[in-house]
């Protein structure tokens, strides 16, 4: 059997030129990723996603065009399944409450009882870098999105 593991993520930008990105720590390793997650069985991409950021951001989103979707192989850092990620631009279509900070893995007061955490920052564009990001997918995907843009 050859496990796959379909991901799917939103590039979100703000009207002051911020993108939302999501630190997160699980089993003691940190990591700093876009929102998204994890394709359930009998889900679209467009549903997961749309379920992804209501679960984890809870706030609805639209779809506005597709960025990228992996085109190398890459194994999962958790398991040993092979990551397939699908990136979109999406906005927000319900206002954004969720707690933010401009500090890196601020988890104060967001530790969830399985000891995982998670805490979501506002980067202007100009500034988050390839190197900001933890997983190559989301590097590949950012850069793809920033060239179009700049």
């Given at each position: 059997?050859?496990?796959?593991?379909?991901?799917?993520?939103?590039?979100?930008?703000?009207?002051?030129?911020?993108v939302l990105i999501s630190d997160e720590k699980t089993e003691n390793v940190s990591f700093t990723?876009?929102?998204?997650?994890?394709?359930e069985y009998g889900e679209g991409l467009i549903d997961a996603l749309k379920r992804e950021y209501?679960?984890?951001?809870?706030?609805?989103?639209?779809?506005?065009?597709?960025?990228?979707?992996?085109?190398?192989?890459?194994?999962?850092?958790?398991?040993?399944?092979?990551?397939?990620?699908?990136?979109?631009?999406?906005?927000?279509?319900?206002?954004?409450?969720?707690?933010?900070?401009?500090?890196?893995?601020?988890?104060?007061?967001?530790?969830?009882?399985?000891?995982?955490?998670?805490?979501?920052?506002?980067?202007?564009?100009?500034?988050?870098?390839?190197?900001?990001?933890?997983?190559?997918?989301?590097?590949?995907?950012?850069?793809?999105f920033y060239k179009d843009i700049k």
């Open positions: 059997m050859f496990p796959f593991n379909v991901r799917v993520y939103g590039i979100l930008i703000n009207d002051d030129n911020e990723k876009f929102p998204g997650g994890g394709l209501q679960e984890e951001c809870n706030f609805d989103i639209e779809i506005l065009s597709h960025i990228y979707t992996t085109d190398f192989y890459e194994k999962s850092s958790f398991n040993d399944s092979q990551i397939i990620s699908i990136y979109y631009l999406i906005k927000n279509s319900t206002p954004i409450q969720i707690r933010t900070t401009k500090k890196e893995f601020d988890f104060e007061g967001q530790e969830y009882e399985d000891g995982k955490a998670q805490s979501f920052r506002w980067v202007k564009i100009e500034n988050l870098k390839e190197i900001n990001l933890t997983f190559k997918t989301d590097q590949m995907a950012w850069n793809i």
